[in-house]
C-alpha cells in the first residue's frame, strides 16, 4: 500500500511521504488565497469554500485566519458560522452538520501520532474522521480529537478538549470534556 492508501485506511503512515505533503502544501496556498480575499466580501469568501471543500452549504460564513490540511475533506452542512482563527486538521473526512457554529481558535483534528518515540521518529501518523450534528454550537478555543462523534443539539463549553464521542441533545465541557447536564431539543426530532 502507498502511504495515502494507508492514510485513507487508517493504518499508520508516513505524514511526510511525498502524496501526503502535496495535500497539505495544496491546502496551504489555498488557505493563504482564502485569507487574503477581502473579509468584508462575504459572496467572494463563500464562493471560494464552497468550490475547495468537499461541501460548504447555503448561506454558510467562514471568517479569517482560516487553516487546514486538505480542505476537500471538509464537509460542512448549511447555515455555518467558522468564526476567526478555526483550524480543522482534515487529513481525514471532517463532516459537520446544518446550523451548526464553531467559536473563534477552535481546532478540529482527524490526525494523531504514536506515543512512541520510534514511531514520532518515522513520522508517522494515524488519522480519523470526525463528525459533527446539526444545531451544535462549539465554544471558542475548544478542542475536538480525531474519530469523535458529536451528536445533535450539543453545546460544546469554551476550552473543552473533546475526547470521547458526544450523544444528542448534551453539554459538555471541560478538560477531558464530561457531560454537564441534558439539554432540550425544542426543534422536535423531525428538524
Not at 495515502?4 to 503512515?13: F, I, R
Not at 481525514?92 to 478540529?108: A, C, F, S, Y
Request: proline share 5%; aromatic share 6%.
Amino acid at each position: 500500500m502507498t502511504e495515502l492508501e494507508k492514510l485513507e485506511a487508517g493504518e499508520p503512515y508516513d505524514f511526510l511521504d511525498c502524496e501526503v505533503a502535496a495535500r497539505k502544501d495544496l491546502a496551504i496556498r489555498k488557505c493563504a488565497e482564502y485569507n487574503a480575499i477581502d473579509p468584508l466580501d462575504s459572496k467572494a469568501r463563500w464562493s471560494y469554500l464552497h468550490d475547495w471543500f468537499g461541501s460548504f452549504g447555503e448561506s454558510s460564513w467562514g471568517a479569517s485566519t482560516f487553516s487546514c490540511d486538505c480542505g476537500k475533506n471538509i464537509f460542512m452542512g448549511k447555515n455555518l458560522t467558522v468564526n476567526f482563527n478555526v483550524t480543522i486538521l482534515d487529513i481525514r473526512r471532517v463532516e459537520i452538520g446544518d446550523n451548526t457554529m464553531i467559536g473563534p481558535g477552535t481546532l478540529i483534528c482527524t490526525v494523531n501520532h504514536p506515543l512512541s518515540p520510534a514511531g514520532r521518529r518515522k513520522h508517522q501518523g494515524i488519522a480519523k474522521p470526525v463528525k459533527i450534528g446539526r444545531d451544535v454550537w462549539i465554544g471558542g478555543n475548544a478542542v475536538i480529537l480525531p474519530g469523535v462523534t458529536i451528536g445533535n443539539n450539543v453545546v460544546v463549553a469554551a476550552g473543552a478538549v473533546v475526547t470521547k464521542d458526544v450523544p444528542d441533545n448534551t453539554l459538555v465541557g471541560g478538560v477531558p470534556a464530561r457531560k454537564i447536564r441534558d439539554l432540550v431539543n425544542d426543534l422536535g426530532d423531525d428538524e
